[in-house]
């Protein structure tokens, strides 16, 4: 059933911020409030002004693993079966992050299974592509390994990184990517994810 499920579909889901789509609630009394929006409200004898606002850096944490992301890209988690969980975050461009945790076995064995299965349609329609071996080390010293593979084609020039961090039957697969071709800009969306990138898994 894992190999079933190691060929990763992107869902780019839309996030809309809806009027009125929070609730605040003073001394037992509700009140409706949107994103950046000032609302009056009751406490005590006195009307004070409250305004919900969103940082633009915001944080994701699970219990294996943390990192931040722009507030425009919200992740989404989604359970494969299996002792297999993947979020992803992506933007409008394609850039993406993708994290799988392993319960029930150590991904690196299944490097070569994972590059294959994302890169085979390119490969099939005549790109270009390059492997490398490397290594990243995290802001607080975890160290991760594998490859970076370049896929390349006219004006495509895709570069993805596939890393695994592995503890005993179980670990994570990382893959981060980016069209040099068309999201170029996109690079600081990649940094913030390693820069902030925390691991817990034991």
């Given at each position: 059933?894992?190999?079933?499920?190691?060929?990763?579909?992107?869902?780019?889901?839309?996030?809309?911020?809806?009027?009125?789509?929070?609730?605040?609630?003073?001394?037992?009394?509700?009140?409706?409030?949107?994103?950046?929006k000032?609302?009056?409200?009751?406490?005590?004898?006195?009307l004070?002004?409250?305004?919900?606002?969103?940082?633009?850096?915001?944080?994701?944490?699970?219990?294996?693993?943390?990192?931040?992301?722009?507030?425009?890209y919200?992740?989404?988690?989604?359970?494969?079966?299996?002792?297999?969980?993947?979020?992803?975050?992506?933007?409008?461009?394609?850039?993406?992050?993708?994290?799988?945790?392993?319960?029930?076995?150590?991904?690196?064995?299944?490097?070569?299974?994972?590059?294959?299965?994302?890169?085979?349609?390119?490969?099939?329609?005549?790109?270009?592509?390059?492997?490398?071996?490397?290594?990243?080390?995290?802001?607080?010293?975890?160290?991760?390994?594998?490859?970076?593979?370049?896929?390349?084609?006219?004006?495509?020039?895709?570069?993805?990184?596939?890393?695994?961090?592995?503890?005993?039957?179980?670990?994570?697969?990382?893959?981060?990517?980016?069209?040099?071709?068309?999201a170029?800009?996109?690079?600081?969306?990649?940094?913030?994810?390693?820069?902030?990138?925390?691991?817990?898994?034991?």
């Amino acid at each position: 059933m894992i190999k079933n499920t190691v060929c990763v579909v992107f869902l780019l889901l839309a996030h809309a911020v809806v009027a009125d789509n929070y609730t605040i609630t003073i001394d037992g009394q509700s009140y409706d409030i949107a994103l950046n929006k000032s609302v009056e409200v009751k406490v005590g004898d006195e009307l004070v002004t409250v305004q919900l606002e969103q940082k633009d850096v915001l944080k994701y944490s699970v219990k294996n693993f943390s990192f931040d992301h722009a507030k425009e890209y919200l992740p989404s988690k989604t359970d494969l079966g299996d002792g297999l969980y993947q979020t992803v975050l992506m933007t409008p461009l394609g850039s993406a992050v993708m994290i799988q945790e392993y319960i029930t076995l150590a991904p690196s064995g299944m490097m070569d299974l994972m590059i294959n299965e994302i890169t085979k349609e390119e490969r099939d329609y005549g790109y270009t592509i390059e492997s490398k071996a490397i290594s990243k080390t995290l802001s607080d010293g975890v160290s991760l390994s594998g490859f970076e593979v370049t896929s390349k084609y006219k004006d495509s020039d895709i570069k993805r990184m596939f890393l695994t961090f592995d503890v005993k039957d179980s670990g994570l697969f990382i893959m981060t990517q980016i069209d040099y071709g068309i999201a170029a800009n996109d690079d600081a969306f990649i940094k913030v994810f390693y820069d902030s990138l925390k691991i817990s898994m034991k």
